[in-house]
């Protein structure tokens, strides 16, 4: 199995415009949260689809994971690689979707699941 990875550059877009191509009501994309969040920057996941998306400065990386392991590893390095950075990342789904993040055992990084403190 392998991580497909498609790059794009948009000189004209910016992360809210990313977002609102593909999180239409109903499905379970996610925005990723980050305290790098920006006009300019933006993760996005679908634990459906698995699909996990970034926008940075215009660079489009889209990576289509083929198997829910692949997936989970992707998120997984990027939430230590935030860890590294003294940063944050997090999802907050919608509640129906909940589940499929709780499934694929990435509940931890579910803002509902973390212990507040």
């Known amino acids: 199995m392998a991580i497909t990875r498609t790059e794009s550059f948009h000189n004209d877009i910016d ?34 689809r698995l699909y996990v998306v970034t926008y940075a400065e215009g660079d489009l990386i889209v990576l289509k994971c083929d198997t829910a392991e692949e997936f989970c590893s992707e998120l997984s390095r990027m939430a230590a690689w935030h860890a590294t950075q003294d ?24 803002a509902s699941q973390m212990a507040v403190i």
């Open 15 to 48: 992360s809210e415009s990313v977002e609102r191509s593909f999180m239409t009501k109903g499905t379970p994309w996610v925005r990723i949260d980050t305290d790098q969040d920006a006009w300019y920057y933006g993760n996005w996941a679908n634990p459906r």
């Open 87 to 110: 940063s944050y990342m997090r999802i907050d789904p919608r509640e129906e979707h909940e589940s499929l993040w709780l499934e694929l055992g990435l509940g931890h990084l579910m």
